[in-house]
């Protein structure tokens, strides 16, 4: 059982940086990606950003248009979202998700069926 728990959300004004983290329990995490999604009110669950753990490869939505940041640290079993120029509309709670190992991947990181495990999320709002 992987579990995940997200921290660093907050509030703060439009252009403001903030940086995401999360701990992954796993003694030794054996999925392919892991990766940041988000869900504003009423909308749905999208894909912000997510990074292959065997090779490093990081993925972005179209929308993050160069401002967010994704890293790991496998050896503290972390990983982290970078996000700065922040937009009113990047308010959204945000969930760190992670996979179970599978004999094949889809290439799809921002489909949230191919998360298996989902942190509570953390809240981020940005205010104009």
């Known amino acids: 059982e992987v579990q995940l728990v997200e921290s660093g959300g907050g509030s703060v004004q439009a252009g403001g940086s903030l940086r995401l983290s999360c701990a992954v329990s796993?003694?030794?995490?054996?999925?392919?990606?892991m990766g940041w999604f988000r869900q504003a009110p009423g909308k749905e669950r999208e894909g912000v950003a997510a990074?292959?753990?065997?090779?490093?490869?990081?993925y972005y939505g179209d929308f993050v248009k160069g401002r967010f940041t994704i890293s790991q640290d496998n050896a503290k079993n972390t990983m982290d979202l970078q996000m700065n120029s922040l937009e009113p509309e990047d308010t959204a709670m945000y969930f760190c998700?992670?996979?179970?190992?599978?004999?094949?991947?889809?290439?799809?990181?921002?489909?949230?069926?191919?998360?298996?495990?989902w942190g509570k999320g953390t809240l981020v709002i940005i205010s104009s």
């Open positions: 796993a003694y030794k995490y054996r999925g392919k990606y």
């Open positions: 990074v292959s753990r065997f090779d490093g490869s990081t």
């Open positions: 998700a992670a996979q179970v190992p599978r004999a094949v991947y889809s290439e799809q990181w921002s489909d949230s069926r191919q998360y298996d495990y």
